[in-house]
C-alpha cells in the first residue's frame, strides 16, 4: 500500500499531466461558489474521461478511506461533481450509494436525496474538490437533517489556504498540486510570483481581487 505522501504526489502528477490544472495570473481570477478569489483552478471533471487516471485516482481513494470502511453502512456523492468518484468508490465498496442534491425535490425526510437508507446510517461523503470546506458542509448538514451519521467526508483535493478550513480526508492539498507544477515547470515566472502571493495569504489575495476576504 502506497503511503499518504506518494498518493499525493502521483495525485499531483495526473492533475498536472492531464492539464486539468488552470491559473490566471494575468487576468481576473476565478471566483469560487463561496465567493473566494483564486489564481488556481482545478479542473475535475475532466478526470473522469480519462480511464487511466479515472482508476488510478479510484484505487488510490481506497487505499485512502480504506481505515473508514469498517464503520461505513453508506456512501453519499454531492451533487453534481462528487457524484462520479462516489459512485466509483461505492461500486467498489460494495455499498449502497446515495446522492446529495443542492435542493429538496418534493417532501419528507429524503426529499433531498436520490437513493434510500434508514435513520442512524452511518455515511461517508464524497466530493471532488474542496475549497474551504463550506459546500461540504452544506451536503453534510442535509444528511445530518434525515437523521444520517456522517462518519468522514473525502475529497481528493483539498485547497487547505482558506481561513475556516475544516479537516478532510484527501487525496491531496494544494500545496502538493502546485509543488508538482513547479517542478514541471508548468507555471511562468510571472504566475508563480502571483501563485505564492497567494499561498502566502490566500484570503487578503482573494480580498485585493474581489473576492471575499473572510467568511
Not at 45 to 55: E, G, Q, T, W, Y
Not at 68 to 76: E, N, R, Y
Not at 155 to 177: C, E
Request: aromatic content about 8%; charged content about 25%.
Amino acid at each position: 500500500m502506497s503511503t499518504q505522501s506518494d498518493r499525493a504526489s502521483e495525485t499531483a502528477r495526473i492533475i498536472i499531466e492531464s492539464e486539468s490544472l488552470y491559473t490566471r495570473a494575468n487576468a481576473d481570477p476565478f471566483f469560487f461558489s463561496s465567493g473566494w478569489a483564486s489564481p488556481l483552478f482545478i479542473d475535475c471533471k475532466k478526470l473522469i474521461s480519462s480511464p487511466d487516471a479515472r482508476n488510478r485516482l479510484l484505487e488510490m481513494s481506497l487505499e485512502c478511506v480504506s481505515g473508514q470502511t469498517g464503520s461505513l453502512d453508506a456512501i453519499a456523492g454531492c451533487e453534481l461533481t462528487g457524484v462520479p468518484f462516489a459512485t466509483l468508490l461505492a461500486d467498489r465498496l460494495n455499498l449502497p450509494l446515495t446522492l446529495v442534491c443542492k435542493q429538496s425535490k418534493g417532501f419528507g425526510r429524503l426529499a433531498q436525496f436520490e437513493g434510500t437508507f434508514e435513520p442512524g446510517a452511518r455515511f461517508m461523503l464524497v466530493d471532488d474538490l474542496a475549497t474551504d470546506g463550506e459546500s461540504e458542509a452544506v451536503f453534510e448538514a442535509a444528511l445530518q437533517r434525515a437523521e444520517a451519521d456522517v462518519v468522514r467526508t473525502f475529497v481528493l483535493i483539498d485547497y487547505d489556504v482558506f481561513p475556516n478550513s475544516r479537516s478532510l480526508l484527501s487525496l491531496a492539498k494544494l500545496a502538493d498540486i502546485i509543488a508538482a507544477a513547479e517542478d514541471a515547470n508548468y507555471f511562468g515566472d510571472r504566475e508563480l510570483t502571483e501563485i505564492r502571493d497567494f499561498t502566502a495569504d490566500a484570503a487578503q489575495w482573494s480580498k485585493r481581487h474581489g473576492g471575499i476576504g473572510a467568511l
